[in-house]
């Protein structure tokens, strides 16, 4: 060999041992080796086939959201809860929720299903985005086997009538438990008197296969089913699971792409597509977008989303500017003012959508629905109370000029 090859071999051997070394380095940074063998041998019920992959070279892709993570046999995805076992698709966290609890569904928020009912809610561990501020990052950004083994889920609301006094009350009991079986869940939420299951907290969207089975058993069951979700997920898995989704609640995080991608990790353009195909599949949708002042609060950002919304997916989609508190990685930003959140809903209602909410801003007129029409108030909130529901008694109609107002009101 001459000099030139000599120096082109050890260049050769250089840059494979580089490769090598990245590549273990990206394994054993998704996989904590202790644990994850520990899910495999020791609880069947923690794993389960995962739908939406392929097998490429010697590891599989997951197709279910846009990170489309690639994982050599052993690896976990970003969101930690979906891996390669021996060569197949796994989630780690089917019939795993680490939070149960029942809220008034003005909680989720969802405004335009059923207001005042119960809606029984879950989540389990893992996300696939990380934002800064992220309200439920105890159970959002953590491996399932972090979390606590066991949990107490409601499974049973009793309601006493007292003769003297008159008055009904409610007496909710529960059980403490290590898994819930889709059965279990529509079982619990039927007994528990809801009238809806949440996929919610964290991003349903990583407990995929757990959620669909819930949700269409909770259908054949008269329940209907609301996904609480940041909207990163790729088209198929998103039309497949929205036949058995009443109503989806989209957190749009912002509309600057840079915002998106230092502070949600994310892309923008994948969430727009979501609710483009929301719109396709015809499923009911709600929006929620959280002022972080100073990050997402620009004005023109603000116009820009609102215009989007009205042109794409039109004037009747419920869209909600709520209130940030400093929490998580954020604790040094303040809260938003009552001023910007009422510049941005006034943005709204001037541009023409018709169901503008003001979230997490207790006792603001900004709660209310009025009719798009006529502009009486139809239902009128206070917190998570409703004082006064006029569309659900007339048959989702304005009772003073009969305007039709979106949404499933019984
Ligand atoms: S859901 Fe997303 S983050 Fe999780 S493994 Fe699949 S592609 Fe990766």
């Known amino acids: 060999m001459n000099k030139r090859g000599k120096i082109l071999a050890v260049f050769v051997s250089g840059v494979f041992l580089l490769l090598s070394f990245s590549a273990s380095w990206l394994i054993s940074k998704y996989q904590p080796p202790e644990t994850f063998s520990k899910i495999f041998s020791s609880d069947s019920n923690g794993f389960h086939q995962a739908k939406f992959s392929q097998k490429i070279c010697n590891g599989v892709q997951c197709a279910m959201c846009p990170h489309k993570c690639f994982l050599p046999d052993g690896a976990r995805g970003k969101c930690r809860v979906r891996a390669n076992f021996s060569g197949s698709l796994v989630t780690l966290n089917y019939s795993k929720p680490v939070s149960v609890h029942i809220d008034p569904i003005e909680k989720k928020p969802v405004y335009h299903l059923l207001p005042g009912s119960l809606i029984y809610s879950i989540a389990s561990a893992g996300c696939n985005l990380k934002c800064k501020w992220c309200q439920n990052w105890q159970i959002s950004q953590i491996y399932p086997e972090e979390a606590s083994e066991k949990l107490l889920a409601p499974i049973n609301l009793k309601l006493l009538f007292n003769p003297l006094t008159r008055q009904v009350t409610g007496k909710l009991e529960h059980k403490e438990v290590s898994s819930l079986t889709p059965a279990q869940v529509v079982e619990y939420a039927i007994a528990s008197k809801c009238k809806s299951i ?210 499933i009101w019984k």
């Open 198 to 407: 949440a996929y919610t907290y964290s991003e349903p969207i990583i407990f995929y296969e757990y959620m669909y089975d819930t949700a269409k058993l909770a259908k054949e069951k008269g329940l209907k089913n609301v996904m609480v979700t940041a909207g990163y997920i790729n088209p198929e898995p998103l039309r497949e699971l929205v036949k058995y989704m009443d109503v989806v609640k989209v957190d749009l995080k912002g509309f600057n792409k840079k915002f998106y991608l230092n502070y949600v990790g994310g892309e923008l353009e994948r969430v727009k597509k979501a609710l483009l195909v929301l719109k396709e599949e015809k499923v009911f949708f709600e929006i929620v977008n959280l002022i972080v002042p100073t990050l997402n609060d620009d004005e023109s950002d603000m116009r820009e989303m609102i215009v989007w919304i009205k042109k794409n997916l039109g004037v009747n989609v419920p869209i909600f500017f709520s209130r940030f508190s400093p929490n998580y990685k954020l604790k040094n930003v303040p809260a938003t003012s009552v001023e910007t959140l009422e510049k941005a809903r006034n943005l709204a209602l001037k541009e023409g959508l018709n169901f503008v909410y003001i979230g997490n801003l207790s006792g603001h007129p900004g709660e209310s629905t009025y009719c798009p029409k006529c502009k009486q108030m139809l239902i009128k909130r206070h917190g998570y109370a409703i004082l006064g529901d006029l569309v659900s008694r007339n048959g989702g109609k304005c009772p003073y000029c009969g305007t039709k107002i979106p949404g």
